[in-house]
């Protein structure tokens, strides 16, 4: 099994930063793919960023050049930079990660941590 755990959530004023970690464990060496989803209140869940094994990365357009996905392979971290943070970018944050490819849903996820922009 795949345990993520996430940290780094809080409340920031518009145009702020904050930086989530993942932290995870188990059987992680089997994961190739890493994502961040978030979740707005009254609203669906919707893919942030992700990074695969090769180091590839993919940025939903409303967070192009303000957030960054990275990866401590070392660790087992994964992060997410968030710069220019703007209140519709308010939600609960997860970390997912899938044993194989970046398709359809993920295969783990986490409890989220929660992320509040004031304007």
């Known amino acids: 099994q795949v345990q993520l755990v996430e940290s780094g959530g809080g409340s920031v004023q518009a145009g702020g930063s904050l930086r989530l970690s993942c932290v995870v464990s188990?059987?992680?060496?089997?994961?190739?793919?890493w994502r961040w989803f978030r979740q707005a209140p009254g609203k669906g869940r919707e893919g942030v960023a992700r990074i695969d094994r090769a180091g590839s990365t993919y940025y939903a357009d409303s967070v192009k050049g303000r957030f960054t996905i990275s990866q401590d392979n070392a660790k087992n971290i994964l992060y997410l930079q968030m710069n220019d943070l703007k209140s519709e970018d308010t939600g609960m944050y997860y970390c997912?990660?899938?044993?194989?490819?970046?398709?359809?849903?993920?295969?783990?996820w986490g409890q989220g941590t929660q992320v509040t922009v004031s304007s």
């Open positions: 188990g059987y992680s060496y089997r994961l190739n793919c």
């Open positions: 997912a990660a899938h044993n194989r490819q970046c398709v359809n849903l993920p295969d783990y």
